[in-house]
T-cell receptor
Framework: AQKITQTQPGMFVQEKEAVTLDCTYDTSDQSYGLFWYKQPSSGEMIFLIYQGSYDEQNATEGRYSLNFQKARKSANLVISASQLGDSAMYFCAMTYPPPGAGSYQLTFGKGTKLSVIP | KAGVTQTPRYLIKTRGQQVTLSCSPISGHRSVSWYQQTPGQGLQFLFEYFSETQRNKGNFPGRFSGRQFSNSRSEMNVSTLELGDSALYLC?????????????FGEGSRLTVL
């Protein structure tokens, strides 16, 4: 069974500073995918970034980057230059079956609530 | 390109009733999956449909069901509602093949059971 652990229930960051949100995962599968989503108070889950287990380079999407350390089974999200609009819940998720099958069945962590301070 | 559209956004039902939620995926996407989000259990996978066939199913009772139409739109139904079914129900769409990691969610349908 897969498990995602997000150890930071809440975090504060100063506007324009960088912040790292932690995510560790547990799986015996060799092929898997890792996602990060942002959920504002409105409820919508906004896709941020994706990393395949066989991707050699860390994924980046604008101000978001994923620090993927496969041996340590960690997939931390780094947000650079935080903005007030970044205040939200952030969820790390893992997918199995392998993404190559085209089917995503996500296991989510409990989330981290990020608050950006002006 | 329009995003994932879920209707209704909010609804209130009473115990014992049934409810149907709708999800229209992104144009060209053939996979629709459903998730339940509650404060206690977090986000949990319900099921996934691809080309009108259920491809994956989570650990939920038979009261939760779904279907997908030929235009990829999907509906989920919950029968004999219980108080614990109060939740945000999220729908996600993807192409259904490949390794792009593109999985996009809608804004959700917030169900309150009284």
């Amino acid at each position: 069974a897969q498990k995602i652990t997000q150890t930071q229930p809440g975090m504060f960051v100063q506007e324009k500073e960088a912040v790292t949100l932690d995510c560790t995962y547990d799986t015996s599968d060799q092929s898997y995918g890792l996602f990060w989503y942002k959920q504002p108070s409105s409820g919508e889950m906004i896709f941020l970034i994706y990393q395949g287990s066989y991707d050699e380079q860390n994924a980046t999407e604008g101000r978001y980057s994923l620090n993927f350390q496969k041996a340590r089974k960690s997939a931390n999200l780094v947000i650079s230059a935080s903005q007030l609009g970044d205040s939200a819940m952030y969820f790390c998720a893992m997918t199995y079956p392998p993404p190559g099958a085209g089917s995503y069945q996500l296991t989510f962590g409990k989330g981290t609530k990020l608050s950006v301070i002006p | 390109k329009a995003g994932v559209t879920q209707t209704p956004r909010y609804l209130i039902k009473t115990r014992g009733q049934q409810v149907t939620l709708s999800c229209s995926p992104i144009s060209g996407h053939r996979s629709v999956s459903w998730y339940q989000q509650t404060p206690g259990q977090g986000l949990q996978f319900l099921f996934e449909y691809f080309s009108e066939t259920q491809r994956n199913k989570g650990n939920f009772p038979g009261r939760f069901s779904g279907r997908q139409f030929s235009n990829s739109r999907s509906e989920m139904n919950v029968s004999t509602l219980e108080l614990g079914d109060s939740a945000l129900y999220l729908c996600a769409s993807s192409e259904g093949t490949g390794t792009t990691g593109e999985l996009f969610f809608g804004e959700g349908s917030r169900l309150t059971v009284l």
